[in-house]
């Protein structure tokens, strides 16, 4: 499965990212795409360690079960519900965001899998590094292919 932590999976995201514009159409949901942008920034603090987060209870009733579709490579769902506070409802810039977005991939990356090694994911619980490089990568893929990209 594709990861954040394999270099060229990261140069296809980052390539994709690229080709994004501030008037790139969604294809389902409600966020356009600067607000896609912000989300999936936000998304990056759990694993860098800038947001602390517990499991939350619905997660440890199914969560090993949509974890383990989620690391068999398959696509994530659309539509798939959002925490409340990674949710992105306001305006933004697609400029700033975008670059936010790109910066905080670099360093997720730089930090490594041994920074994020048993980091709780609000949804899954304790992750290893491998498993947030996969979900990171499936999480960005989701919503690039949301936005065609």
């Known amino acids: ?11 296809a995201i980052a390539s994709r990212l690229s080709s994004l514009q501030p ?3 969604r294809q389902w949901g409600k966020m356009d795409v600067a607000q896609m942008l912000a989300h999936c920034a936000v998304a990056f603090d759990v694993p860098c ?43 933004r810039d697609f400029a700033r965001e975008h670059q936010r977005l790109s910066s905080k991939m670099v360093r997720f990356c730089e930090r490594g899998e041994s920074a ?11 992750m290893t590094g491998d ?16 936005f065609s990209a």
């Open 1 to 11: 499965m594709s990861s954040l932590f394999n270099a060229s999976d990261r140069e």
């Open 23 to 25: 008037a790139s159409a």
């Open 49 to 91: 360690g800038d947001l602390v987060r517990k499991q939350a209870f619905m997660g440890r009733l199914i969560g090993p079960f949509v974890k383990k579709s989620l690391m068999s490579g398959k696509p994530m769902m659309r539509n798939a519900p959002a925490p409340p506070d990674f949710k992105v409802v306001n305006e």
């Open 116 to 126: 994020c090694h048993g980091v709780v994911h609000p949804f899954f619980g304790a």
């Open 131 to 146: 498993e947030w490089g996969r979900l990171m990568y499936s999480h960005l893929d989701h919503h690039l292919r949301q």
